[in-house]
C-alpha cells in the first residue's frame, strides 16, 4: 500500500479514468469525502475514503492503494453464489479477486499472496493449501484459508469451514479476527 495519505483531485481521476472536473462534481454533489486546504483550496481526498468510494461503486481499486491484509482471493468452479459473495466482501473493505479455474488460482496466489484464500470448490483445496504455504512462509500471520461449503460438513486439515450463506457473519468475523478458529 501506498504511504500517501492523501490524493489530489488528479490523481483520483487519473485512478477512475476520468477528468479531474468529476471528481471536483463528486466532492461537490457529496459522493466522495473530501477536505480542502487553507489558502488555493484545493481538495484533498484521504485515501482510505477513495478506496472505500470505489469499493461502494464497484470499480476497481488500483494495486498500489489496497492494504496487503485486506486482499481475499475466492475460488469457484461455475458457481453462481461467488459473485454474490465477492461484492459482500467487497462492501466490508476487502479487495476480492474471483479465479473460476486451477492454473488462474495457482498464479493469482503466486501473483497476489493474499491474506486470505476462500474455495467454493473442494477438489482444489490441498494444491491451494501447498501453494498457499510455500508464498507465505515468510510472512508473520499465517493466511486465513476457509471451505465454504454449502450444506456440507466436510472437514479439510488446516481449513476452517462455513456454510454459505447461512454462516455470513461468522465468516466476516473470521476474516477479520486475529488468528484462527475452527468453525
Not at 463528486?26 to 481538495?43: T, V
Request: net charge negative; hydrophobic share 40%; proline share 4%.
Amino acid at each position: 500500500m501506498t504511504d500517501k495519505q492523501a490524493l489530489t483531485t488528479g490523481e483520483a481521476a487519473k485512478y477512475c479514468g476520468v477528468n479531474f472536473r468529476t471528481v471536483i462534481r463528486w466532492i461537490e454533489r457529496g459522493h466522495l469525502d473530501a477536505y480542502k486546504l487553507p489558502g488555493r483550496g484545493d481538495n484533498r481526498i484521504p485515501v482510505d475514503t477513495f478506496v472505500d468510494f470505489l469499493r461502494q461503486n464497484d470499480m476497481p481499486v488500483p494495486e498500489e492503494l489496497v492494504a496487503d491484509d485486506r486482499r481475499l482471493l475466492l475460488f469457484s468452479l461455475q458457481d453462481s453464489r461467488a459473485r454474490d459473495l465477492a461484492a459482500d466482501l467487497r462492501r466490508n473493505n476487502w479487495d476480492v479477486v474471483l479465479a473460476d479455474d486451477p492454473v488462474q488460482l495457482g498464479y493469482l496466489i503466486a501473483k497476489d499472496k493474499p491474506s486470505a484464500l476462500l474455495m467454493m470448490d473442494l477438489n482444489y483445496a490441498d494444491i491451494a493449501a501447498r501453494i498457499m504455504k510455500e508464498v507465505s512462509k515468510d510472512r508473520s500471520e499465517a493466511p486465513k484459508m476457509a471451505l465454504l461449503q454449502g450444506n456440507q460438513r466436510e472437514m479439510h486439515d488446516g481449513w476452517d469451514s462455513f456454510q454459505w450463506p447461512e454462516q455470513r457473519q461468522l465468516l466476516l468475523d473470521y476474516l477479520t479476527q486475529d488468528g484462527s478458529e475452527s468453525h
